[in-house]
């Protein structure tokens, strides 16, 4: 089944998803900076109440103290039955409490206790603009293996990128490192080029969106850019274990929602 990603959905947005999407649909929930965390229960318990499955995301930085991370699980537990989460370092260059990473959360223990059953962690098939591509592999490689110590099921939740050659390509990588959880993939659904351009600058994935243009996309300058290519390569590909579209819903959840639902699960591997 396909995901959907969007940050701080309004009401009637869920609402018409009801129309749209198939009951019990994962739709993750962004972590915002400078917003209050605990906020993501009321987003997590109008999607619950809505007949879908929320995800949100744990930034580690932004928690203040291991009793702010257990207040905010436990409401997101007690208020949406959440038992999946994304956990992420988050943006922050500096944490403003004791957790620095996702591993940091991952190994506290907090998550089993508040009844999280699963963890999303971060992919980059495009790399990070920060980090070198060894560090990430050994990075997820921790985080699986804490997972695993925990009791938890894992998944991988890749950042959206533009080019199906240089996603299969990474899962691949990781197939052959011995990482076999199944890899949620991030794919921007209907949204104009504008957008992308702000997106992909702030989520380092400028490279991939370069070739999109180069390729002839040139309908992405007019009209909204499509990630059915992607789609058409993961169907195609064998050998990649278990994978999925995620959607990042830049253009809006509700037409990001139709395009996957006429789109996505046709194209599925």
Do not use: N
Request: contains cysteine; glycine residues 10%; aromatic residues 6%.
């Amino acid at each position: 089944m396909f995901s959907l990603e969007a940050t701080r959905p309004k009401p009637a947005e869920i609402e018409a998803l009801r129309g749209v999407l198939p009951p019990a649909t994962p739709i993750y929930l962004s972590s915002v900076i400078g917003k209050d965390p605990a906020a993501l229960a009321a987003y997590a318990k109008i999607v619950r109440m809505a007949g879908f499955e929320p995800v949100p995301h744990l930034a580690a930085r932004g928690f203040a103290s291991a009793p702010a991370l257990k207040d905010v699980l436990v409401r997101l537990r007690d208020e949406a039955t959440v038992t999946r989460a994304l956990v992420i370092a988050g943006d922050r260059d500096q944490s403003v409490g004791p957790y620095v990473d996702a591993l940091s959360i991952i190994e506290s223990g907090t998550l089993q206790a508040a009844g999280i059953r699963e963890v999303g962690i971060s992919g980059y098939p495009e790399g990070h603009p920060r980090i070198a591509a060894e560090g990430l592999t050994q990075a997820m490689h921790d985080k699986l293996v804490a997972t695993r110590r925990a009791g938890l099921a894992a998944h991988i939740v890749s950042q959206f990128c533009f080019d199906p050659a240089r996603i299969v390509a990474w899962i691949r990588y990781l197939r052959a490192r011995g990482i076999s959880e199944p890899v949620h993939v991030g794919l921007v659904g209907p949204t104009r080029l504008s957008a992308l351009l702000r997106f992909a600058r702030r989520c380092g994935v400028q490279a991939s969106l370069r070739g999109l243009i180069r390729s002839g996309a040139a309908f992405a300058l007019l009209g909204p850019a499509h990630p059915g290519a992607a789609l058409r390569a993961l169907a195609r590909e064998g050998g990649l274990g278990e994978v999925a579209p995620h959607f990042f819903s830049f253009g809006g959840i509700v037409e990001t929602a139709r395009y996957a639902v006429r789109h996505a699960d046709s194209h599925s591997p």
